[in-house]
């Protein structure tokens, strides 16, 4: 299927741009059909992402506020290595900050493939659906995020039992298991 024709040359160059982009898009092979969604997951999809984002903007925020605290560093023992032997400052950082940052970072890894549009990838909710321990405050938040996800717990679980330190996976990384945490 060929693409629609483009107009004739803008007169504005970065309109013409866009439109090339567009017809681009347009004009790709489908190799993964795309099925489309009700307007109901859609709405549904954009409340999800919207509150994850929101969270997300909460919990950068606070890792800015915990580095500015001096509670950030290195997340492991082995990026606290690699940090002495560049010659740069080599703390660990504390249980706040990598609780907050592996929720940072499970959360992205939970929206790329949404952004993506990649539904094979984009696993079943994100991997943490409760705030950091010292982040009370995040409870109501993460209470609509598990309203918006009924059907899914999170990874929190097993993730604990499996007693992951933070840099580690052990579950890959694909369908929903956060990905490891480096500074």
Do not use: C
Request: hydrophobic share 30%; proline share 13%.
């Amino acid at each position: 299927m060929a693409a629609p024709p483009l107009p004739k040359s803008p007169a504005n160059p970065q309109q013409q741009q866009q439109q090339q982009q567009q017809a681009a898009a347009q004009s790709a092979s489908p190799s993964s059909p795309q099925t489309p969604q009700s307007p109901g997951s859609q709405s549904r999809e954009q409340q999800r992402v919207a509150l994850v984002l929101e969270i997300n903007t909460d919990m950068l925020q606070e890792v800015n506020r915990l580095q500015t605290e001096g509670k950030g560093g290195a997340t492991t023992p082995q990026i606290q290595a690699q940090m002495k032997a560049a010659g740069q400052p080599a703390e660990l950082a504390s249980e706040e900050y990598i609780q907050v940052l592996r929720r940072v970072q499970a959360n992205l890894g939970y929206l790329m493939p949404v952004a993506q549009n990649d539904a094979q990838k984009t696993p079943r909710g994100p991997a943490y659906m409760s705030p950091p321990p010292h982040m009370p405050q995040l409870r109501p938040k993460f209470d609509q995020l598990r309203e918006l996800f009924p059907d899914w717990q999170g990874l929190e679980p097993r993730m604990s039992q499996a007693s992951m330190s933070p840099g580690t996976t052990s579950m890959g990384g694909a369908n929903g298991a956060p990905p490891a945490v480096q500074t």
